[in-house]
């Protein structure tokens, strides 16, 4: 008989339901261990890709605290008192006719709906994202946001990888839309 060893994985990252790309697993306590250190102390950095509606500045830092305004409701917001969230964004090409932007995002922090929250609170929500008020479903069905790299310290080799995942059909179909 052929049966699989089973184990128990534990994710050292999540992704908000309905974006796309790279999530974390841990095979073992000793690497869950490992790698939850890394993300407390902001080792494993992350990259994402968004469309996000209207025209950016070039770059910018968001740097405001991420809450839940009503612990009823899933949606977060920009708050006093809420956890410290950082996000880094950069324009990587502007759609002017259309009114949209592709931005890559790096997170400092890690905070639920973090990148959704801050680009909304600027004024440019994620295409797709009806949560945070970036709908158009002519375009795409989800939120277009994309997790495309993560780069850390393998726990038990100690070796630097960087792990991408190229940015999925839908999103490459907007883009193509858009252009």
């Given amino acids: 008989r052929n ?46 890709a968004a469309i996000v509606s209207g025209k950016t500045d070039a770059s910018g830092t968001i740097d405001l605290p991420i809450g839940r305004p009503d612990p009823e409701n899933v949606a977060r917001g920009v ?27 790096l997170l400092e922090t890690g905070r639920t709906h973090q990148i959704r929250v801050h680009m909304s609170h600027i004024g440019h929500p994620v295409l797709g994202d009806w949560l945070y008020g970036g709908v158009n479903i002519d375009l795409i069905e989800r939120q277009a946001l994309h997790a495309a790299s993560l780069t850390f310290t393998h726990p038990i080799t100690k070796e630097q990888l960087t792990l991408t995942a190229p940015v999925p059909e839908d999103m490459q179909n907007v883009l193509r839309r858009l252009k």
Avoid: W
Avoid at 13 to 34: E, F, I, M, Q
């Fill in 3 to 48: 049966e699989a060893t089973p184990f128990v994985f534990r994710a050292v990252n999540r992704l908000d339901r309905d974006t796309s790309g790279l999530v974390l697993l841990a095979k073992n306590p000793y690497s869950s261990c490992v790698l939850s250190d890394a993300v407390k102390d902001h080792t494993i950095h992350r990259e994402y």
């Fill in 79 to 105: 708050m006093e008192g809420g956890a410290p969230s950082v996000t880094h964004y950069t324009v990587r090409e502007r759609f002017l006719q259309s009114g949209y932007t592709l931005v890559e995002l």
